[in-house]
């Protein structure tokens, strides 16, 4: 618990410095250890609140890849606390009646979501998911496989799925989420936030207001771009594994 508490406390003044929101109140943190697996999910009704199943993951799930995992793991679910509790313009009045359940940005689609987490987790921390060999691994290989922008991989109708049956499965929304935020803030430093912060005021699941606020004119042209420099980036990798020898096969057993 105090591990936990430790990190937290650290994760949250770099995420409210990164959204340009802290929340006021308390962020409610429950640990438990109730399996053999280790879970986290976050409430915003009718409080704010971290749910943190501590069980020790295996190694087949990959949660030891990426560093430190309660660092990167909490600033993920505290990004989506921030980004949650923000409102802006009509919405503040209205929280003040309707309280906790006036949360615009819950409304926003699962790529926007856990790709800004993914995003922070991977700047805001030693080493995310963002830019591990997993993900680096996932978009070269679909890229070589012209995947990329294919519905069976993620397009821009699927990028939001949880429910596609082909690769990466669910990491989908994480992944591909993770890269359209990163085009935002490689178009400009302040466009997460100023993402986040449009979306936070404008009306529920109209998404181009808050992408022009961002620096792009509608979600194709981010996409496009996404692609564009995945692309680039695959063609530059897979060149450099080309003149690398392969690894020899050793056998472990007879």
Same mark, same amino acid.
């Given at each position: ?14 995420v ?15 640990v438990?250890?109730?399996s ?10 009718p ?25 990167w ?14 409102r ?6 209205l ?5 906790s359940?006036v ?13 800004l ?12 998911r963002g830019?591990? #060999?997993?993900y680096?691994?996932?978009t070269?290989?679909? !890229? ?5 922008? *294919?519905? %069976?991989? $993620? +397009? ?15 990491v ?8 359209l ?5 490689e178009?400009?430093k ?5 993402f ?7 009306f529920?699941?109209?998404l ?6 961002a620096?792009f004119? #509608? ?8 692609? !564009?420099?995945?692309r680039a980036?695959? *063609?530059? %990798?897979? $060149? +450099? ?11 472990l057993?007879?």
């Open positions: 618990a105090r591990r936990v508490l430790s990190s937290l406390q650290a994760a949250a003044p770099r409210h410095e990164a959204l340009g929101h802290a929340p006021r109140g308390r962020t409610h943190v429950v438990a250890h109730r053999d697996q280790p879970g986290v999910f976050t409430f915003e009704y409080h704010r609140q971290i749910f943190f199943d501590i069980a020790l993951p295996h190694w087949g799930i990959g949660l030891n890849d990426y560093g430190d995992w309660h660092d793991l909490l600033t993920h679910e505290y990004t989506h606390v921030v980004h949650a509790d923000m802006s313009g009509l919405y503040r009045p929280s003040a009646v309707f309280g359940w949360r615009p940005n819950v409304a926003a689609p699962l790529w926007a979501r856990e790709g987490a993914v995003r922070l987790e991977s700047s805001l921390t030693p080493r995310g830019e591990s #060999s997993t680096r691994m996932m070269r290989m679909a !890229a070589a496989e012209g995947l990329l922008g *294919d519905p %069976a991989f $993620a +397009a821009k109708d699927t990028v939001s799925s949880l429910e596609a049956t082909s690769w990466p499965w669910t989908r929304p994480y992944l591909m989420g993770y890269h935020m990163r085009t935002m803030e178009r400009r302040s466009a997460i936030q100023d986040v912060r449009a979306s936070a005021g404008g529920p699941f109209s181009n207001p808050a992408l022009r606020a620096g004119e #509608s979600f194709d042209a981010l996409w496009d771009s996404t692609l !564009a420099r995945l980036e695959a *063609d530059r %990798a897979l $060149a +450099a594994l080309a003149g690398e020898p392969l690894t020899p096969l050793e056998r057993t007879e």
